[in-house]
């Protein structure tokens, strides 16, 4: 196996100098190969399906920013529209016609949201959105499930997964217990653990935020039945069914998962994909849940650059893009392949894996354990999935770092591409199961 160093001395240098001013090193934990051990790389460029490192390697990139370069890196309409709107200004700290553009589009794509408030990432969504449940509903209770990341609001860092997952932190230092003492956590998929606590809480529960499809324990489905109960038990007792589609909005379809689904929650959380690459998240939903947002309404909610002018370009031109031009046919078609090919270059190997996908997240899991929740999730032999992921890394394909996320497939890539990272997981396998 091989680490970033001494094979990557300029990523290990440019390491070893950020640590210096930068906890960790790096600005989000997930960047940090906790999951793998040896050092990030630094990354100089990117462009199409690739990403360079700082050493001048060049590596297939299934991480895309973690899920916004759905078209892949640099996409020339992108590109272009940024460069128009920044010519106009940076900020203004007032209204501007991108945002009801984008807004628009965000409406147009997903039935169930009528109206949306953009912020400047999932985090903030996913925050907002608990608040508005709770402040529609007059109630505190909030339901999530185990494995599960809604980014680092407070209140749902509880058995979140990412990188909380990968670096053992399932209840963070400085979250107060008071902050968490109205946050419920069941089992994804547990349709009767659901059933249990609406018969005790009933009319308690002001939300239920999930993943509708998760990334964030390596790709896990939801169960029809599951999804049909969330509903059911949500609408019956008076709770938000609130979808945090940062990750699969816009990625499973134009529609997100609710819309390759065919589900209707009451809010929906954005990140990634509409920003295009910038900082931009939101939330949305049912017009009378919206209009209690302030200045509509009394829940409170701001911020300085949300709905930025050059972010809101970014995710014009992408949303145009996805829907002129929809990459999810072809996403959908190269993902199956990436899977029909790993899983029979593990057969060959004799590594014993699951592979989990839905449209162009996917996740392969070294156990040989259905994986349906964060339990099973936690039977991967993490020890090699990290000797996988350098193998796969040293010939040039970049995957998530850790067991516990989804890699993205992104429409830059050619059917030869996709190709050469069958064949560099066959030889990655074979090397696994001889180490
Ligand atoms: N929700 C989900 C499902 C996510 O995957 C993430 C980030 N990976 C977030 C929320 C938080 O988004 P951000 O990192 O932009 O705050």
New binding site residues.
């Given amino acids: 196996m091989s680490k970033t160093t001494p094979d990557r001395p300029k990523s290990a240098a440019a390491f070893e100098r950020a640590k210096r001013v930068i906890p960790g090193g790096v600005n ?1 934990p ?1 960047r940090a190969f906790g999951g793998v051990g040896g050092s990030p790389l630094f990354i100089a460029r990117a462009e199409g399906p690739f990403l360079y490192d700082a050493d001048g390697r060049r590596y297939l990139d299934f991480i895309g920013s ?2 916004p370069m759905i078209l892949g890196h640099c996409h020339p309409a992108v590109v272009e529209a940024v460069f128009a709107a920044v010519r106009n200004g940076s900020s203004y700290g007032a209204p501007c016609e991108p945002e009801t553009q984008l807004a628009e589009r965000v409406v147009e794509a997903v039935p169930s949201v009528e109206m949306v408030r953009f912020v ?7 925050m907002s959105a608990i608040r508005l449940a709770r402040g529609f509903t007059g109630r505190d209770l909030i339901v999530k499930f185990a494995g ?5 609001v407070d209140s749902l860092l509880v058995s979140a ?2 990188s909380a997952l990968t670096h053992g932190v399932p209840n963070s230092p400085g979250v107060p217990g008071g902050c968490t003492q109205d946050t419920v956590v069941l089992r994804y998929n547990d349709t009767a653990a659901l059933a249990d606590l609406f018969a005790a809480k009933r009319d308690a529960v002001a939300g239920v935020i999930l ?1 509708p499809v ?3 324990m390596g790709l896990v489905p939801p169960s029809d039945e599951f999804r049909r109960t969330l509903r059911a038990l949500t609408q019956k007792h008076g709770a938000l069914l609130i979808y ?5 909005g816009f990625r499973l379809g134009y529609g997100g998962a609710q819309g390759l689904l065919g589900d209707t929650p009451d809010v929906t ?1 954005f ?2 994909i509409i920003g295009g690459g910038y ?1 931009v ?1 939101a939330y949305g939903g049912r017009a009378d849940v919206m209009r209690k947002i302030m200045p509509a309404g009394p829940v409170f909610q701001a911020g300085t650059l949300s709905g930025n002018p050059v972010a809101m370009a970014a995710g014009i031109a992408t949303l145009h893009e996805l829907k002129t031009n929809p990459p999810y046919a072809r996403l959908e078609q190269q993902s199956e392949r990436i899977g029909s090919g790993l899983l029979a270059a593990a057969r060959a190997a004799g590594v014993p894996v699951q592979f989990n996908r839905v449209g162009s997240m996917w996740t392969l899991f070294f156990t040989p354990t259905p994986v349906t929740d964060l339990d099973t999730a936690k039977t991967s032999d993490t020890a090699r999935f990290g000797r996988f992921f350098w193998e796969m890394m040293d010939r040039g394909v970049y995957l998530p770092c850790s067991q516990y996320e989804a890699a993205f497939t992104c429409g830059a890539m050619t059917d030869a591409h996709i190709a050469e990272t069958i064949a560099a997981a066959g030889e990655s396998l074979q090397a696994v199961a001889r180490s």
Avoid: I
């Fill in positions: 989000s997930a973690w899920g400047s990432s999932g985090t903030e969504a996913t599960c990341y809604h980014g680092h997964g990412s993943e998760v990334g964030n945090d589609e940062v990750m699969t959380c990140g990634k900082p998240g």
